[in-house]
């Protein structure tokens, strides 16, 4: 994505809102970072992720999800959780395989296998349309 320029953020990773940037997530189209969008909106793409693959230039991203693991992982993986609204909201660099992150504020998920260099930092905008509020995400309902 062109509109979508390699930097570093601020201190930790944040930048203020008016330097974000903004891309759009569409399966099969150019990913930030010279990458290709695979949109998981199928319960098995989702249960299957970058597992099994080399690692390569795919952007995975995850709508409706704000828990992921790399159990079946080979190699490291970088990862960026987005709420309703398509802001990162957190970003987790070089994962480990063996490992569960979540995020209770996400709605979204983006992960690639780990590549140095620049990723999303806090404050960018990941249009997902399936994570919007028109898609709430569901919460089981405890038995008392």
Same mark, same amino acid.
């Given at each position: 994505?062109?509109?979508?320029?390699?930097h570093r953020g601020?201190?930790?990773?944040?930048? *203020?809102?008016?330097?974000?940037?903004?891309?759009i997530?569409?399966?099969?189209?150019?990913?930030?970072?010279?990458?290709?969008?695979?949109?998981?909106?199928r319960?098995?793409?989702?249960?299957?992720?970058?597992?099994?693959?080399?690692?390569?230039?795919?952007?995975?991203?995850?709508?409706?999800?704000?828990?992921?693991?790399?159990?079946?992982?080979?190699?490291?993986?970088?990862v960026?959780?987005?709420?309703?609204?398509? +802001?990162?909201?957190?970003?987790?660099?070089?994962v480990?395989?063996?490992?569960?992150?979540?995020?209770?504020?996400?709605?979204?998920?983006?992960?690639?296998?780990?590549?140095?260099?620049?990723?999303?930092?806090?404050?960018?905008?990941?249009?997902?349309?399936? *994570?919007?509020?028109?898609?709430? +995400?569901?919460?089981?309902?405890?038995?008392?």
């Amino acid at each position: 994505m062109d509109g979508l320029k390699l930097h570093r953020g601020g201190r930790n990773g944040v930048r *203020s809102s008016a330097s974000a940037r903004t891309c759009i997530v569409e399966d099969g189209a150019s990913a930030p970072f010279g990458g290709v969008w695979v949109v998981a909106d199928r319960p098995l793409a989702r249960l299957r992720g970058l597992a099994g693959r080399a690692p390569d230039k795919t952007v995975m991203a995850f709508p409706r999800c704000r828990d992921v693991h790399t159990m079946t992982m080979r190699y490291p993986l970088d990862v960026a959780f987005l709420d309703r609204a398509g +802001i990162v909201v957190e970003v987790r660099r070089f994962v480990l395989p063996g490992m569960r992150l979540s995020n209770r504020r996400a709605s979204g998920v983006v992960e690639r296998f780990y590549q140095p260099g620049p990723w999303f930092v806090r404050g960018d905008r990941c249009r997902m349309e399936g *994570s919007s509020a028109k898609r709430p +995400i569901r919460r089981k309902r405890r038995r008392a």
